[in-house]
């Protein structure tokens, strides 16, 4: 396996197996927005490297050593899970699963959707949204799109220096320091341009497309993707109003200002307000 590190100019310095997934699908930056610096299939040179890089250019140094990661750790030989584009299905049912993950901590695999691993949040995670095999009673598997978004999502996590951080079950607080869930939105929108090469019209397609797929995971009722399109439809709604001129915070306060005096009843599965 050939390793890489990569450098984000006035971002990062960080290694991937695959600068593709990792740095295009996972992180945004097209091919001209960074810089593969270093190659080699050995591990241990790759990751002492990466730090002294890091070091050297003045990024944040990371903690531990890439090699050292969990997710750099051999697939379990005594838990024969089963990858597919769609799914990891894990060899036992539901009620005997907890047990099976937390004697496998640390082991990691690939899915078409990204490197997922296993620690004691990530074993939560799967318990939560874990689903047994309509086939055989005997395994359950939970989906590989689901599961890596909630890597990416934990991937920004960092300790009270400056960043997200992990609350008690797994979820990220809702305020970090001095920014919240649509300050990080929005920067994250920033540094990838959108404000400056984006426009509402585009936005609202975007929106429209997410609806789509929020409409075809309820008729499904696909709960993992239900979760997934609810979450992209709130970033495109926070890149929209910033693109428009206004703040989403702003658009909800306003929203909320007018319906939380509305009187009116329930029809058809349907809040109907009074008219006058």
Same mark, same amino acid.
Request: hydrophobic share 30%; charged share 30%; glycine share 6%.
């Given at each position: ?32 927005? %960074? ?11 790759? =990751? ?6 890091? &070091?050297? %250019?003045? %990024?944040?140094?990371? *903690? ?7 997710? @750099? ?19 036992? /049912?539901?009620? &005997? +699963?907890?047990? *099976? ?13 990204? *490197?997922?691993? +296993?620690?004691?949040? =990530? ?22 799109? #689901? ?26 607080? +809702? @305020? ?40 075809? #995971? ?5 709960? /993992?993707?239900?979760?997934? #399109? ?23 306060? #306003?929203? %909320? ?20």
């Amino acid at each position: 396996m050939t390793y890489c590190i990569y450098h984000i100019p006035g971002k990062k310095i960080g290694v991937t197996n695959d600068p593709e997934r990792r740095i295009t699908c996972q992180q945004g930056y097209s091919e001209d927005e %960074y810089d593969i610096i270093a190659m080699s299939d050995d591990i241990d040179y790759i =990751s002492d490297l990466e730090i002294e890089l890091q &070091k050297k %250019y003045g %990024y944040k140094v990371d *903690r531990q050593l890439y090699k050292d990661l969990p997710m @750099n750790k051999p697939l379990s030989k005594t838990m024969n899970i089963n990858i597919t584009e769609q799914t990891t299905t894990f060899p036992c /049912p539901v009620n &005997k +699963l907890k047990g *099976r993950l937390m004697d496998e901590l640390g082991l990691s695999w690939e899915t078409e959707h990204g *490197r997922c691993c +296993l620690d004691p949040e =990530s074993v939560r995670w799967i318990m939560d949204n874990v689903k047994p095999s309509m086939y055989n009673k005997d395994r359950c598997y939970v989906y590989n799109k #689901a599961f890596a978004r909630y890597f990416d999502n934990n991937d920004c996590c960092r300790t009270n220096t400056g960043a997200l951080r992990m609350s008690g079950h797994g979820s990220l607080n +809702l @305020n970090v320091g001095s920014l919240n869930r649509f300050d990080l939105i929005r920067t994250w929108a920033d540094e990838r341009g959108l404000y400056d090469k984006g426009d509402t019209k585009t936005q609202y397609l975007k929106l429209m497309e997410e609806a789509g797929e929020l409409g075809r #995971a309820i008729l499904k009722d696909d709960q /993992p993707e239900i979760v997934d #399109a609810i979450g992209d439809m709130v970033v495109v709604l926070t890149n929209l109003s910033e693109l428009a001129g206004y703040k989403i915070e702003h658009c909800v306060d #306003a929203a %909320y200002n007018v319906i939380s005096k509305r009187t009116g009843k329930m029809q058809n599965g349907t809040f109907v307000k009074d008219t006058l």
